[in-house]
């Protein structure tokens, strides 16, 4: 079976406070690729990162950074600083033969 | 390079009608799929096509249909719309190479009356 959990589903933090978002996923598959995506108010989904089954290496991208664990079947998004405008649902997805996406975690930055 | 399109952008039918959905890809991709995604059930794949050939299929009732032209671009259609239908309809574009990101259009907002 594949799965993709987010248990958060809605996050509050204050605007500059970090913030992790957690996703855990399912497969059989040793050759799988793991996404996060963005959607803003406006509903139109944004890609923000791929990682491959077989890269582990960590990633930072200005305030935004990814772990990804084999060993947990994890791929958890950090904002560093986060700001109003980083205030959206965001999707972690996983690929095999197809997509499965979890189910979100709105994130809301209050000012 | 130009984003997915869809159109229309929003939607209005009443019960029993059938609806259309459009969805242009990115050039030079040839995978396009369409989701379902409203407040209760979050993000559902519907089907994926490519090379005109639907690929892989969610668990939808057959009302859900659609295809792909030669072109890459694709339609979806639902027939006997019921009021559950109402939804955001968002269309995804893909290279069928690895990574195999997807790319998303702004999508179609259905409101079933």
Redesign the interface.
């Known amino acids: 079976a594949q799965k993709v959990t987010q248990a958060q589903t809605e996050i509050s933090v204050v605007e500059k406070e970090d913030v992790t978002l957690d996703c855990v996923y399912e497969t059989r598959d040793t050759t799988y690729?793991l996404?996060w995506?963005k959607q803003p108010p406006?509903?139109?989904?944004?890609?923000l990162i791929?990682r491959?089954s077989f890269d582990e290496q960590n990633e930072i991208s200005g305030r935004y950074s990814w772990n990804f664990q084999k060993s947990t079947s994890s791929f958890n998004f950090t904002i560093t600083a986060s700001q109003v405008v980083d205030s959206a649902v965001y999707?972690c997805a996983l690929?095999t033969?197809?997509?499965?996406?979890?189910?979100?975690t709105r994130l809301k930055v209050l000012a | 390079k130009a984003g997915v399109t869809q159109t229309p952008r929003y939607l209005i039918k009443t019960r029993g009608q059938q609806v259309t959905l459009s969805c242009s890809p990115i050039s030079g991709h040839r995978s396009v799929s369409w989701y379902q995604q409203t407040p209760g059930q979050g993000l559902q794949f519907l089907f994926e096509y490519f090379s005109e050939t639907q690929r892989n299929k969610g668990n939808f009732p057959g009302r859900f249909s659609g295809r792909q032209f030669s072109n890459s671009r694709s339609e979806m259609n639902v027939s006997t719309l019921e009021l559950g239908d109402s939804a955001l309809y968002l269309c995804a574009s893909s290279q069928d190479t690895a990574p195999y990101e997807q790319y998303f259009g702004p999508g179609t907002r259905l409101t079933v009356t």
């Not at chain 1, 406006?42 to 890609?47: C, D, N, P, R």
């Not at chain 1, 033969?97 to 979100?104: D, H, N, S």
Request: aromatic share 38%; proline share 0%.
């Open positions: 690729y996404f995506y406006s509903g139109e989904l944004v890609f791929r491959n999707f690929r033969y197809k997509y499965i996406f979890g189910t979100g």
